[in-house]
């Protein structure tokens, strides 16, 4: 957008709460530049008509103020007169005002039309005669920009149906059999009008103006192009424009001259164009009404129509092949009594549930060895809202890559297949990261904080081991949060074959099947939840967390509880949601979920897997260290001398003195003292501290240590306690 001449000089010296100064009028220009001068830059500031106003107001001698004439007037619905922000706008007439034939007095409200469509937040607009006598034009401003002032509304209609036929104008026009945008101008000669026409571009066509979270889009339509192009306003007319147009195939002048006309054209056009909400996440809009796809396909019927601008790289595999009923006779009812199967369908379901029932994202790794299936089931799941291969990711991949994906695919299903592909660097990053749900935070070059991505899914994963022991064999660490974020569950061979000769037999044809049928099963059901009253989803949700919370033992840790209500009680809903859909019974779906959770809790452990960790890890330190590192007590004159030692070992009972700053520095290494000792405590490897201040610490006897420094007496845990 052009900008009224000395716009960046006054700007430069304002702000949003000093007066903002314009000269306008037929003698804009002379009253600014000294009389009778070439106008030059040295001249400028020096015009006694603005020396005046300059020193009747108190304005100061390096202001600068903008200047509008009789040039303008043609242009001026596009020309930007003040900052957005600006509060306050004084208007200095100088000499006549610049007029139309049609419309004598059309100058000021013009003027205010156009603060009011690019200067919403002024409190205070003055014109000032060249009296100085001053007319606050506020209230009009006001009526203007509410839409409740006639005469702007007939120069509006008279902007937008032009009566003169001669004046240039952009069309659309056919040459050579191709349609494409043309600059018209029109000169009378001897009496006839003759037209002169300029190509601008390819035609496109102004089919709507788009508002996103954080800026506005023009939306294009070009012929024989499924999706519109969605282009920042912002970048209209400028290089990021262009680019943009000629990577989409929209071809365009190289003439500067004419790509102004252009832009111009364009941003007049989306003025009364139809509005949108432009976003670049799929899943939910705000109010639940809608559902965005990947391939930008949106189910259900939002206020504001909705254009998706971010296509995923998999946007392809997002379509259909054949209907709900082939899915179930080919593909579903071949699931039914394979537990390992019926939940990858489960997980798949419930990805566009997490956000109406504000649950967290999650995942499901099946894990065991070749030929168990794994493959087969992530292929039934993925076939849910496509193509089973092009919708596939793998974990071979970087952290930030899978993040992407995941964003791309907010609100639904992401299938990650082959753990072991992935560096376990990457996949302890990932893991964590995934259903976080957020990607890193970083700083922008001008100040602040660029916008982080954020997204809400639900994944399955496969691989020939589980999380914790793949990476621990590489030396990594495995956090609790890790474990409850992706449950690990084993995988279960497929025992019911309905019909079927054998487990291969099975597996073939449904590997063969999911690439014949796929995607109906998830429009129907993403339909189906559109429509639904959401209370009603929250309600069967509820009701399946309070049953399934009562079945477990009263002692249950509480990560235990976690897992069962926000993964379990999840997977379950969704499921009993969609019976009907899949055809299948609440008997065959209760039996899944029983039977995938005790694969899960038997994996994982009753008992709290941070505690867990902590115990192994001590336990496992003072089985490496005991027979090295103690010096026995009661000597027998045997042991061998010890360097690097940890404390004393008591024969007589098999008890050891750890000295303090070893035990917390390497015993519990990454742990939280805190935390872990009290775990140890009752735990049956740490003996409690002899009291006054020291619940956790003993003096060693004088006879070991004659300073009776104070240590940690701990002792091994028999491999058959429990853990």
């Not at 294009?220 to 192009?229: A, D, F, H, N, S």
């Not at 009364?272 to 899943?283: L, P, R, W």
């Not at 690097?644 to 070992?649: I, V």
Request: a neutral charge; glycine letters at 8%; proline letters at 4%.
């Amino acid at each position: 957008m052009n900008k009224i001449r000395f716009y960046d000089d006054q700007l430069a010296k304002a702000n949003a709460f000093n007066d903002w100064i314009i000269l306008a009028g037929q003698d804009a220009h002379k009253a600014y530049y000294r009389w009778n001068s070439t106008m030059s830059r040295s001249e400028a500031g020096k015009g006694e008509r603005w020396a005046l106003i300059r020193d009747s107001f108190r304005l100061g001698n390096d202001m600068i103020p903008c200047l509008l004439d009789s040039k303008d007037l043609s242009q001026l619905d596009r020309l930007l007169l003040a900052p957005t922000a600006q509060r306050f706008i004084k208007i200095f007439q100088v000499g006549e005002l610049p007029t139309l034939a049609k419309d004598k007095d059309d100058f000021r409200t013009r003027v205010l039309m156009n603060l009011a469509e690019h200067c919403p937040n002024l409190t205070a607009v003055e014109w000032l005669d060249e009296g100085f006598n001053t007319e606050n034009l506020t209230s009009e401003y006001q009526r203007i920009k509410n839409g409740q002032h006639a005469t702007a509304e007939l120069l509006e209609q008279r902007t937008l149906n032009p009566e003169d036929d001669t004046a240039p104008r952009v069309e659309m026009r056919k040459r050579g059999g191709l349609k494409g945008l043309y600059y018209i101008t029109t000169r009378i000669v001897d009496g006839e009008k003759v037209e002169s026409e300029k190509w601008l571009s390819d035609f496109v066509e102004v089919i709507g103006l788009g508002k996103g979270e954080s800026e506005h889009f023009i939306i294009l339509q070009k012929e024989k192009q499924e999706r519109p192009l969605v282009m920042p306003l912002k970048d209209i007319g400028e290089r990021d424009g262009w680019q943009y147009l000629k990577r989409n195939d929209v071809t365009v002048t190289t003439k500067q001259a004419l790509r102004a006309e252009l832009a111009d054209y364009l941003q007049f056009k989306s003025r009364t164009a139809k509005q949108y909400y432009i976003t670049d996440k799929t899943g939910w809009n705000d109010d639940l009404t809608a559902f965005t796809l990947p391939n930008g396909e949106t189910l259900g019927q939002p206020q504001t129509p909705t254009i998706f601008r971010n296509l995923t790289q998999n946007i392809e595999g997002y379509r259909v092949s054949g209907t709900t009923a082939d899915w179930v006779e080919n593909i579903g009812r071949y699931c039914v009594g394979n537990p390992s199967m019926m939940l990858s369908v489960g997980v798949a379901l419930s990805a566009p549930l997490l956000k109406p029932l504000e649950a967290d994202g999650y995942g499901v790794h099946l894990y065991e060895d070749s030929t168990f299936g794994k493959t087969t089931a992530l292929n039934i799941a993925a076939s849910i809202y496509g193509h089973p291969r092009e919708t596939r990711t793998a974990w071979n991949a970087t952290p930030l890559a899978l993040q992407n994906e995941a964003f791309s695919r907010n609100g639904l299903f992401m299938p990650l297949d082959e753990i072991s592909e992935a560096s376990p660097k990457a996949v302890a990053q990932t893991a964590y990261s995934l259903f976080n749900g957020q990607g890193k935070l970083q700083g922008a070059k001008e100040g602040g904080n660029r916008k982080s991505i954020k997204w809400l899914v639900a994944n399955l994963s496969t691989g020939e081991e589980g999380l914790e022991s793949y990476l621990k064999q590489q030396g990594i660490k495995v956090n609790a949060g890790q474990l409850v974020r992706l449950l690990n569950i084993p995988m279960k061979r497929a025992t019911e074959f309905h019909g079927l000769a054998d487990g291969k037999t099975h597996a073939d044809t449904l590997n063969t099947n999911v690439m014949k049928f796929y995607g109906a099963v998830g429009v129907d059901w993403l339909t189906y939840l559109v429509q639904a009253e959401k209370s009603a989803l929250r309600a069967l949700y509820d009701k399946v967390k309070q049953s399934r919370l009562k079945s477990l033992p009263d002692n249950s840790e509480p990560q235990i509880k976690r897992v069962m209500a926000d993964r379990f009680a999840l997977i379950e809903t969704a499921l009993l949601l969609a019976k009907d859909i899949l055809q299948w019974t609440e008997q065959d779906i209760s039996n899944a979920i029983t039977a995938n959770f005790n694969e899960w809790v038997n994996a994982y452990g009753w008992h709290s897997k941070k505690h867990t960790q902590i115990i192994e890890q001590v336990n496992g330190w003072l089985l490496v260290n005991a027979d090295t590192r103690f010096e026995e007590f009661p000597p027998d004159g045997t042991q061998k001398p010890i360097s690097n030692k940890a404390g004393y070992r008591l024969v007589e009972d098999d008890r050891y003195f750890v000295f303090k700053s070893v035990f917390e520095d390497e015993a519990l290494q990454g742990q939280t003292k805190e935390v872990a000792l009290p775990v140890l405590v009752k735990a049956g490897i740490l003996h409690k501290g002899e009291g006054n201040g020291y619940a956790y610490l003993q003096r060693m006897p004088r006879k070991i240590n004659p300073k009776r420094t104070r240590a940690y007496l701990v002792e091994i845990l028999n491999e058959d306690s429990e853990v």
